[in-house]
T-cell receptor, first 120, second 113 residues
Framework: GAVVSQHPSWVICKSGTSVKIECRSL??????MFWYRQFPKQSLMLMATSNEGSKATYEQGVEKDKFLINHASLTLSTLTVTSAHPEDSSFYICSATGGLAGALAKNIQYFGAGTRLSVL | KQEVTQIPAALSVPEGENLVLNCSFTDSAIYNLQWFRQDPGKGLTSLLLIQSSQREQTSGRLNASLDKSSGRSTLYIAASQPGDSATYLCAAGSRGSQGNLIFGKGTKLSVKP
């Protein structure tokens, strides 16, 4: 159980285009989803936290108008990189938490496999 | 602001050796401490999670310890195998949030046959 699916796994796009990344919790309801970004040889950095049905909370320095997050249902969150530029090329990973039985499980984040974005 | 540091950044050992990976964090008010494995170009695989009230967790050849007072956690890998080669990340879960994780930069482990 607790599987998080992320799609696509790899995307190459031209500069100026928008890219949508999907994060789905396949067998549980995710009350909260997190979006991280990882540059080469760097750690994962939290970009934003989203709760189903409400606006996402963005970390300092992350442009909310550039990285649009929608958490329309308890099983799906999307991250749209608008007008992508080469500096947006990175590894984007989502995680989901919440809804599983037991207090312990509520604190665990289950991660997707990540999306590698390359902007030409 | 929580900061997580992992030492060493890279480690190469011969197969069969026991090894220890280190993780330190600056704010001891953590909710939990997690260890993950990341293979090249892949997502994260959760290895062990230690709640703030616990001191260690074990899973197979892996043992993770937590010392909140000193701001340290270690991941012990027994009888290392080439398949253990990966980057190991530790992450501190903060209190008062929805489970925000602060990650270290990782230790890249290479186990040579």
């Amino acid at each position: 159980g607790a599987v998080v699916s992320q799609h696509p796994s790899w995307v190459i796009c031209k500069s100026g285009t928008s890219v949508k990344i999907e994060c789905r919790s396949l067998d549980f309801q995710a009350t909260t989803m997190f979006w991280y970004r990882q540059f080469p040889k760097q750690s994962l950095m939290l970009m934003a936290t989203s709760n189903e049905g409400s606006k996402a909370t963005y970390e300092q320095g992350v442009e909310k108008d550039k990285f649009l997050i929608n958490h329309a249902s308890l099983t799906l969150s999307t991250l749209t990189v608008t007008s992508a530029h080469p500096e947006d090329s990175s590894f984007y990973i989502c995680s989901a938490t919440g809804g599983l039985a037991g207090a312990l499980a509520k604190n665990i984040q289950y991660f997707g496999a990540g999306t590698r974005l390359s902007v030409l | 602001k929580q900061e997580v540091t992992q030492i060493p950044a890279a480690l190469s050992v011969p197969e069969g050796e026991n090894l220890v990976l280190n993780c330190s964090f600056t704010d001891s008010a953590i909710y939990n401490l997690q260890w993950f494995r990341q293979d090249p170009g892949k997502g994260l695989t959760s290895l062990l999670l230690i709640q703030s009230s616990q001191r260690e967790q074990t899973s197979g050849r892996l043992n993770a310890s937590l010392d909140k007072s000193s701001g340290r956690s270690t991941l012990y890998i027994a009888a290392s195998q080439p398949g253990d080669s990966a980057t190991y990340l530790c992450a501190a879960g903060s209190r008062g949030s929805q489970g925000n994780l602060i990650f270290g930069k990782g230790t890249k482990l290479s186990v040579k046959p």
